[in-house]
């Protein structure tokens, strides 16, 4: 099923637009999720690869961004939370210039900017 989830999600990105830093909308990877995927996975045990694939795919959107797409339900279900947090293989590729800091997301593997702007 994580599988499937993850092909859908590569499938279906977000349309490119110029309003964001590298043409990439944070949210791209999540881009065909709703609300009710992300509050549905906090009913999952700890370890199940669904949990880990949205999550995965919801990083890019959470540092990118500062409200975020899933905020109110980060807030609602703080299991998604910690399973963003989790996702440490983001933070080990932070990486800083003197202008820009940029991080590799883990889901699409680009290298991306953070979020300056509070958007």
């Excluded at 637009?17 to 700890?46: M, W």
Aim: proline share 6%; net charge neutral.
């Amino acid at each position: 099923m994580a599988e499937h989830i993850n092909a859908i999600l590569l499938a279906n990105p977000a349309p490119k637009t110029s309003q964001f830093a590298e043409d990439r909308d944070p949210d791209t990877n999540t881009y065909s999720l709703a609300p009710q995927h992300i509050t549905s996975t906090s009913l999952l045990t700890g370890s199940h690869p669904v949990r880990a694939i949205l999550a995965t795919a919801a990083v890019e959107g959470y540092v990118r961004r500062g409200k975020h797409k899933f905020l109110k339900e980060i807030r609602e279900a703080p299991t998604f939370a910690v399973d963003l947090m989790e996702v440490k293989e983001t933070l080990q590729t932070v990486a800083s210039s003197k202008r820009v800091a940029s991080f590799t997301a883990p889901f699409s593997g680009k290298t991306l900017s953070f979020c300056t702007d509070g958007g």
